[in-house]
């Protein structure tokens, strides 16, 4: 069977301004985009920062979108709807101005896929 493929465009882009070495932080507004799949909406992705706490860092969701008669489809059948068996979340670091360290001790230099294969060395 041949395989579709699916795209999400969207490009984020997080300015925080000068970074100060505090217990101060700055709010990023959250920031959604849109999926498409086959030619139409099929989702939303929404990505916020969480500036201090046990969930620092930034936090990514998928929302489908798709609609059946008023009604928002399940993930299984937006999956079905594509003609996939499950989505996969893909996440590309293109910028990173304190870039982690792979498994193996290596430094990323971004552009990296997150996480790296075998994760990171934390």
């Not at 101060?24 to 706490?53: Q, R, T």
């Not at 998928?62 to 993930?75: G, Q």
């Amino acid at each position: 069977m041949r395989k579709k493929a699916i795209r999400a465009f969207g490009s984020i882009f997080l300015f925080t301004g000068l970074f100060l070495w505090s217990a101060i932080a700055y709010a990023v507004p959250p920031i959604d985009f849109d999926v498409s799949g086959l030619g139409e909406k099929i989702g939303m992705i929404h990505i916020e920062m969480k500036p201090n706490g046990a969930n620092f860092g930034l936090i990514g969701s998928f929302r489908v979108t798709k609609e059946e008669d008023s009604i928002p489809l399940t993930v299984n059948e937006l999956e079905n709807f594509l003609g996939q068996d499950h989505l996969n979340w893909f996440q590309k670091v293109v910028g990173d101005t304190h870039p982690p360290n792979d498994a193996n001790g290596n430094p990323l230099v971004p552009p990296y896929i997150d996480p790296p294969i075998n994760g990171y060395d934390f």
